[in-house]
T-cell receptor, first 115, second 115 residues
Framework: AQSVTQPDIHITVSEGASLELRCNYS??????LFWYVQSPGQGLQLLLK??????LVQGIKGFEAEFKRSQSSFNLRKPSVHWSDAAEYFC?????????????FGAGTQVVVTP | GAGVSQSPSNKVTEKGKDVELRCDPI?????LYWYRQSLGQGLEFLIY????????KSGLPSDRFSAERTGGSVSTLTIQRTQQEDSAVYLC?????????????FGAGSRLTVL
């Protein structure tokens, strides 16, 4: 069965510092991979996605992620965080053989940004 | 509409009552998804629709949960005889199609509290 692990439940980072959020997946076939962000009281907003091709994916708000098949990872990075990046971040995996919108989500990583 | 609209945004009900949650997807989006977000369980897939049919209902937690979609547009998630463990945020998402490089757009969710 497919699964998604986000090892860090909570991360605190200073404004202007770099950020990396980890995501590991377990999946038998080629996955579709996503990162979503959720601000308090809001729905999920797609940051970026990986379907195929270049393993370094650029997203919105200055985020990027790298797909590493050998490590079954899809880590999210941002070189310099802004206070507005404080939110919860979810990694998700979808199937190429199923409805890809039927996503398996990780438990999320809460990001706190300090001045 | 411009986005996925869900109503009500908040619902408080007594144990044993029935509730209906509504989702109005983006115009022209043929695929519609329901997810549940709760403490301890994270984000769980419930059901998806392609047009008015639901090829996959595997995520519905019990037979107290049902969903329908009419006219290929609005969807209603119904929970009968609500229990306290049904308390959660119910998220709806839509996309242009079930397969391919499509993006899920999520609504802000309906927060259900069962007393």
């Amino acid at each position: 069965a497919q699964s998604v692990t986000q090892p860090d439940i909570h991360i605190t980072v200073s404004e202007g510092a770099s950020l990396e959020l980890r995501c590991n997946y377990s999946y038998g076939a080629t996955p579709y991979l996503f990162w979503y962000v959720q601000s308090p009281g809001q729905g999920l907003q797609l940051l970026l996605k990986y379907f195929s091709g270049d393993t370094l994916v650029q997203g919105i708000k200055g985020f990027e992620a790298e797909f590493k098949r050998s490590q079954s990872s899809f880590n999210l990075r941002k070189p310099s965080v802004h206070w507005s990046d404080a939110a919860e971040y979810f990694c998700a995996v979808g199937s190429v053989t199923d409805s890809w919108g039927k996503l398996q989500f990780g438990a999320g990583t809460q990001v706190v940004v300090t001045p | 509409g411009a986005g996925v609209s869900q109503s009500p945004s908040n619902k408080v009900t007594e144990k044993g009552k029935d509730v209906e949650l509504r989702c109005d997807p983006i115009s022209g989006h043929t695929a519609l998804y329901w997810y549940r977000q709760s403490l301890g369980q994270g984000l769980e897939f419930l059901i998806y629709f392609q047009g008015n049919s639901a090829p996959d209902k595997s995520g519905l937690p019990s037979d107290r949960f049902s969903a329908e979609r009419t006219g290929g547009s609005v969807s209603t998630l119904t929970i009968q005889r609500t229990q306290q463990e049904d308390s959660a945020v119910y998220l709806c998402a839509s996309s242009l199609a079930l397969s391919g490089a499509n993006v899920l757009t999520f609504g802000a969710g309906s927060r259900l509290t069962v007393l």
